[in-house]
């Protein structure tokens, strides 16, 4: 049994999972599953918000240990239901190592394209405006604040900015939209535009498994949850505030006029 390419099948179907947004303790069930397949006297798999350690451990060969620093993380749900499928299989004897290890190295890419992103960007705004109280005129400036969120999203990661500062300058862009359009319709509602264009940028499934990981018991995990939670969330409310108070202060000194 080759132990190493056990373990690192592992760690390769934690890394998915956690880099989707999966919680702490499902990514450790399926990445023990995987490992008990060694048949070793002693596996064990540990998983934190930026990390990953799997060890197999047998009297009659060496230990192996492996690491994986995760650096960035999403939401996928879709590929964290296909991660558990194929180590479901493996584990039932459906498939073989050298299986479910092309198969999750073929899901370890950007699943879905930019331009596919950026709609999903555009639609999300646009949709939760009905959900707020908004009509016609909102939904259509709530998809304008998702253009323009689409627009500094890919040039941020383009460039590498960090999480923050780009959900900062997104929040920036969406604020400022958001006056522009106000001052150009008066009747618009600008606070149903700009709670509707922010919610691509809450950090909901974030707060939903720091909650899950506390209650199992993952508080490092769960506390690692909750602190990225509430930086994004001040990200965002940071640049809201900067984006109305840069332009009243611009209106109010004539350069808007």
Known sequence: MDYRL?????????????????????????MKHILDTAGA??????????GIIVTINDPGADAVTVMRRIR?????????????????????????????????????????STWMYNLATVLVPAGFAPLFGG????IAA?????????????????????????NMLCSVGIAVTAVL???????????????????????????TNAIRDTLRGDYISGGARVLEAFVTAASVAIGIGAGIASVSM???????L
């Not at 006297?41 to 930026?50: P, S």
């Not at 253009?147 to 780009?166: C, H, N, Q, R, Y």
Request: aromatic residues 4%.
């Open 6 to 30: 056990i373990a690192d099948t592992a760690i390769l179907a934690g890394e998915i999972m956690l880099r989707s947004g999966a919680e702490t303790y499902r990514v450790e069930d399926t």
């Open 41 to 50: 006297e002693k596996t064990e798999a540990i998983v934190m918000l930026t």
């Open 72 to 112: 960035d993380r999403g939401t996928n749900m879709n590929r964290i239901v296909e991660v558990n499928e194929i180590s479901r299989k493996y584990c039932a004897g459906e498939v073989s190592l050298e299986e479910i290890r092309q198969k999750l190295e073929s899901m370890k890419g950007h699943r879905y």
């Open 135 to 138: 009509g016609i005129a909102e």
């Open 142 to 166: 709530s998809a304008v604040t998702g253009v323009v969120s689409a627009v500094l999203i890919t040039a941020g990661k383009k460039t590498g900015i960090g999480s923050f500062i780009l």
């Open 181 to 207: 359009l106000k001052a150009w319709h008066p009747a618009l509602n600008m606070d149903t535009v700009i709670i509707s264009g922010i919610m691509p940028l809450v950090p909901g499934v974030a707060i």
């Open 250 to 256: 611009l209106w109010r000194g004539g350069v808007l």
